[in-house]
């Protein structure tokens, strides 16, 4: 399964942008979806992610700012993110994991993982 992630860019604080990922799988609309962010220096973090029956979960910084959606017709995950900050520069990775009922948070617990798209918020 290959992941590709495209829609970062440079924007000004306040700004928004929507990222994307598709999938190359006939079994997309089995996978739980997530999406993970790296800034310079830092770990990897758990952004937000939803599951096969469309169940979604934020990590608290991104919460009313960022929405994940998924369109499986399009084997494609959504990341519409709003009143962007300087905190949210990184690159951004989508991921993947197929046949788990549950939201994992953490690196591990994807499978599958994109090639990253850089977001740079400045200030």
């Known amino acids: 399964v290959q992941l590709q992630a495209s829609g970062g860019g440079l924007v000004q604080t306040g700004g928004s942008l929507r990222l994307s990922c598709v999938a190359s799988?006939?079994?997309?609309?089995?996978?739980?979806m997530a999406w993970f962010r790296q800034a310079p220096g830092k770990e990897r973090e758990f952004v937000a992610a939803?599951?096969?029956?469309?169940?979604?979960f934020y990590t608290d910084s991104v919460k009313g700012r960022f929405t994940i959606s998924r369109d499986n017709a399009k084997n494609t995950v959504f990341l519409q993110m709003n009143s962007l900050t300087p905190d949210d520069t990184a690159v951004y990775y989508c991921?993947?994991?197929?046949?788990?009922?549950?939201?994992?948070?953490?690196?591990?617990?994807?499978?599958?993982w994109g090639q990253g798209t850089q977001v740079t918020v400045s200030s």
């Open positions: 991921s993947g994991v197929p046949g788990v009922r549950g939201i994992g948070r953490r690196p591990s617990d994807y499978d599958y």
């Open positions: 939803i599951s096969r029956g469309g169940i979604t």
């Open positions: 799988t006939r079994t997309f609309s089995s996978f739980t």
